[in-house]
């Protein structure tokens, strides 16, 4: 699940991480079993979207520390981060300061992923 990969890059800045995402990993392997188990994994995915957006993960940009721009690009979407290199709890880490992603129009999905991957350096 891309999710879970998006969110496990940040998993040091989230406490107790494991335990957060523990019922939709279940959910991924328990495919179509309990609604019960749809519904915890729902309030899984909304709590660790919090935790993404919370001060302790989501950084604020500060004069000194290099800057590092992560982007993507498929068929549908673009997305991007802005980290930045920062002092956290003792130790320099890339911090995330900005996320973004964007849906292409249907235009823009025809042109296929080469060239769509030029529309993230020619549109903000």
């Known amino acids: 699940m891309n ?10 800045f989230i406490k107790g991480y494991a335990d957060k995402v523990y019922p939709i990993q279940q959910l991924m392997l328990n495919k179509g079993k309990k ?4 519904e915890r994994a729902q309030e899984s995915f909304e709590n660790i979207k919090r935790e993404l957006c919370k001060a ?21 979407a673009i ?12 130790r320099t880490v890339l911090r995330p300061i900005s996320y973004g ?3 292409l129009s ?10 769509a991957e030029m529309l993230r350096y020619s549109r903000s």
């Open 35 to 38: 609604f019960e188990r749809i």
């Open 3 to 12: 999710f879970l990969g998006f969110a496990s890059h940040y998993r040091e």
């Open 56 to 76: 302790q993960v989501l950084g604020m940009p500060t004069e000194e520390g290099m800057y590092v721009i992560d982007t993507d690009t498929s068929v549908v």
């Open 79 to 90: 997305s991007g981060k802005l980290h930045q290199l920062q002092e956290w709890n003792g």
């Open 106 to 115: 249907d235009t823009d999905m025809k042109l296929g992923a080469p060239k």
């Open 101 to 103: 992603s964007k849906v």
